[in-house]
Structures are given as C-alpha cells and as structure tokens.
C-alpha cells in the first residue's frame, strides 16, 4: 500500500500559470519535505515542514511556497513556473526530524 | 568540489554477478548512511540506513561504510533484472538537523 502519495503523476502547465502540487502520507509522519529533483541530478531540498513548523532552504526561490493545512497533507505551490522548473518534485516524509525518509513517487512537471 | 561523488555509470552486468556501487564524500562530519533505489518514473526507496563505520547486511545487500577513506559501497549479491533501476547514496552530519546531502545516483542495468 502506497503510504507517500503524489498527485498529479504529471502535470502539464503553462508559462507563468501557477500550479498546485499535492501530497499525502498514512505513516503519521511529524516531517514532510518537498524535493527538486532534475533528469541526471541528486534531488535537491526546497523545504520542509516539522509539523507545523515551515523551514524554508536559503536557496528556494521565493516562487515556490508550501503549505501544510494537517499532518496528512502539503502542497507545492508554484506561483510563476518558469522553464527552469520543469522537473520531478518528490515528496518525503520522516517520523522525525534526522530520521530516514520515504519518499512518494513524485509529480514529472512540464511547463509549455 | 561536491559534498558527494557518485559515479553516474551506466553500469551493466550480466545477471548472477556480484554488483559494487560507490560513493565518496568530502566531509568527515557525515556519520549517517544511506542507499536508496530509484526505478524509472518513481521515488527513491530506502534500502539501506547505517550509522558510522563498518558493514551492514539485509538479504542480497550489504552496505559498508569506511570512514577513514570517506567513501561507502553497496554490493548486491546474485544481481537479478528487478535490480536494475538508479542507486543514490545519501548522507547526514548528526541524528538532529535535515540536511541530507544526496549523490546523483548510478544507474544499474542486469542482462538477463
């Protein structure tokens, strides 16, 4: 059973049109991330949430905002999608902070 | 120079053999260890978690860590077709903090 889930599988957007990533979790988990991850790159880290608490990484662009309305779930909210950010976002999660984590599949994000 | 060295392969092995993948790092201040698989058009999957120096087994894999050379491998032994996805080294500096710091992953393919 699927415990870290991403939807839209893929999402299809258009220049400067923002788009809305979701993500769920069943593992109770305090910590949830949300990754970068380009075609041949390590996934990079944009921000996390330890329960409510958002912690944003000093190299996020400021286009790119979270939000974690209950322990279930986060989204990603791309206001001004630009070429660039055309990528797989993965989800994670972690019981705590440090602890491993576990990913969803992830969203493959186009922009037109 | 990057935190973490992974080279991207490709890497292909006819099925049976034994499978060593590799990463090196720069920062003595990483204790905590992990591999994750990446198939196509999916999230990583933790299959290895260890802390500091020396070897961990689970079935087929088994990690090792030397930390004097700073530099991790994981084998898989009777290398199988449903092994063939992209392997990412992962490490951290303590049990507290976020920042796990990702290799770009070596993309393994087993021959039938």
């Known amino acids: 059973d699927a415990m870290v889930i991403q939807n839209p599988r893929y999402q299809v957007t258009q220049f400067g049109k923002p788009v809305t990533l979701s993500c769920s979790q069943t593992?109770?988990?305090?910590?949830m991330y949300w990754y970068q991850q380009k075609s041949s790159q390590a996934p990079k880290l944009l921000f996390h949430?330890?329960?409510?608490?958002?912690?944003n990484e000093a190299d996020t662009p400021d286009n790119f905002q979270s939000r974690r309305p209950n322990t279930s779930f986060c989204f990603l909210d791309i206001r001004s999608p630009g070429l660039g950010d055309a990528a797989m976002y993965l989800c994670?999660?972690?019981?705590?902070?440090?602890?491993?984590?576990?990913f969803g599949d992830g969203t493959r994000l186009s922009i037109l | 120079q990057k935190e973490v060295e992974q080279d991207p392969g490709p890497l292909s092995v006819p099925e049976g053999a034994i499978v060593s993948l590799n990463c090196t790092y720069s920062?003595?201040?990483?204790?905590?260890f992990m591999w994750y698989r990446q198939y196509s058009r999916k999230g990583p999957e933790l299959l290895m978690y260890?802390?500091?120096?020396g070897n961990k087994e689970d079935g087929r894999f088994t990690a090792q860590v030397d930390k004097s050379s700073k530099y991790i491998s994981l084998f898989i032994r009777d290398s199988q077709p449903s092994d063939s996805a992209t392997y990412l080294c992962?490490?951290?500096?303590?049990?507290?903090?976020?920042?796990?710091?990702f290799g770009t992953g070596t993309s393994l393919t087993v021959i039938p």
């Open positions: 994670a999660t972690s019981r705590d902070i440090g602890q491993p984590q576990h």
């Open positions: 593992l109770n988990h305090n910590v």
């Open positions: 949430y330890y329960d409510k608490d958002f912690n």
């Open positions: 920062n003595s201040a990483f204790q905590y």
């Open positions: 260890t802390y500091s120096s």
């Open positions: 992962a490490m951290k500096k303590g049990n507290t903090g976020n920042q796990f710091y």
